[in-house]
């Protein structure tokens, strides 16, 4: 399978804990994007690397948020001190250039309890 | 403030009918506006539309944009149970990221 994928496809953790997702984009593109998608919105921005290099982060994205890109292939996506507000699903996606059309992960579905 | 809008939110319908689905967009240096289909995970894309009044049809989905007025409308003729889905419209701004609408949530029934 040459898509994008997200791992894991699930979690749930207690609040306050510490989770880190990961994606590995499709390999030739060098575009990465991180969304959250709350039950009845659309995907909402959080920031976006080109190669590993991190170009702009959303608002949304907390002190409590960090993404990494290192080797301008795969990134995680780090949550601090988790919160019940951030359960939400987390896509990934990754396109060749910034007029290119976004392939989407599956997504990591995060409940914080 | 960039915005796109989509309506209705949420739709029934009848296999075999014919859905329309709108999206109004206020986006600074609009580029381009994409319609992706989101059934239980993954956004998969349809369609991308640069052009005013130009069709792009793909089966049963067409789509069509409106650089003057601003909005774009997705029609699926002959409804199918598996056209069941939530359908996302988004334009690129900055350069940089994309801006969704909060979607349409299609039920065909049997």
């Known amino acids: 399978d040459t898509g994008v994928s997200q791992n894991p496809r699930h979690k749930i953790t207690k609040r306050g804990q510490n989770v880190t997702f990961r994606c590995d984009p499709i390999?030739?593109?060098?575009?990465l994007y991180w969304y959250r998608q709350t039950l009845g919105q659309g995907p909402e921005f959080l920031t976006y690397f080109q190669n590993e290099a991190q170009l702009e982060k959303s608002r949304l994205l907390s002190d409590r948020f960090s993404a990494e890109r290192p080797k301008g292939s795969f990134s995680t996506l780090e949550i601090q001190r988790t919160e019940q507000g951030d359960s939400a699903m987390y896509l990934c996606?990754?396109?060749?250039?910034?007029?290119?059309?976004?392939?989407f992960g599956s997504g990591t579905r995060l409940t914080v309890v | 403030e960039d915005k796109v809008v989509q309506s209705p939110l949420s739709l029934v319908v009848h296999e075999g009918d014919t859905v329309t689905l709108n999206c109004s967009y206020e986006?600074?240096?609009?580029?381009?506006l994409l319609w992706y289909k989101q059934e239980k995970k993954a956004p998969t894309f349809l369609f991308m539309l640069?052009?005013?009044?130009i069709e792009k049809k793909s089966g049963r989905l067409s789509s069509i944009l409106d650089k003057k007025e601003l909005f774009s409308i997705l029609n699926i003729t002959a409804t199918q149970t598996g056209d069941s889905a939530v359908y996302l419209c988004?334009?690129?701004?900055?350069?940089?990221?994309?801006?969704f609408g909060a979607g349409t949530r299609l039920t065909v029934k049997p």
């Open positions: 988004a334009a690129p701004y900055n350069n940089n990221d994309m801006r």
């Open positions: 640069t052009s005013s009044g």
């Open positions: 986006v600074t240096n609009f580029r381009s």
């Open positions: 390999s030739e593109h060098n575009r």
């Open positions: 996606a990754s396109s060749l250039s910034d007029r290119s059309v976004y392939t």
